[in-house]
Nanobody
Framework: VQLQAFGGGSVQAGGSLRLSCAAS????????VAWFRQAPGKEREFVAR??????????YYVDSVKGRFTISRDNAKNTVYLQMNSLKFEDTAVYSC???????????????????WGQGTQVTVSS
């Protein structure tokens, strides 16, 4: 599967961006998809994930983005989105999307639980 993440950019604190993760070679609705981010000098961090369509277990977010970020999918476009509102300086990072071949019970928030990765897209928030 090939993943392409795009939609990053530069925005002032309080602003919004929507990231997109488009796939080829897989139907994303059948898989758990996640967003991770990595800031300079920091380890990669889980941001959000969405379960495969119809699984019922929905979405999960890291605490620092709850209430501000929303992960969703458009099955017709084979795309997963990350809507980011009320952006903060500390949200600055390279954001990457990832797909898991297997459903892992629990949070499924570890990078090792994902098999395919897209290239990152830079998000820069100025304070």
């Amino acid at each position: 599967v090939q993943l392409q993440a795009f939609g990053g950019g530069s925005v002032q604190a309080g602003g919004s961006l929507r990231l997109s993760c488009a796939a080829s070679g897989r139907t994303l609705s059948r898989y758990t998809v996640a967003w991770f981010r990595q800031a300079p000098g920091k380890e990669r961090e889980f941001v959000a994930r969405i379960r495969r369509s119809g699984s019922g277990s929905g979405t999960y977010y890291v605490d620092s983005v709850k209430g501000r970020f929303t992960i969703s999918r458009d099955n017709a476009k084979n795309t997963v989105y990350l809507q980011m509102n009320s952006l903060k300086f500390e949200d600055t990072a390279v954001y990457s999307c990832a797909v898991a071949e297997r459903h892992v019970a629990g949070l499924q928030s570890r990078a090792s639980e994902y098999d395919y990765w897209g290239q990152g897209t830079q998000v820069t928030v100025s304070s």
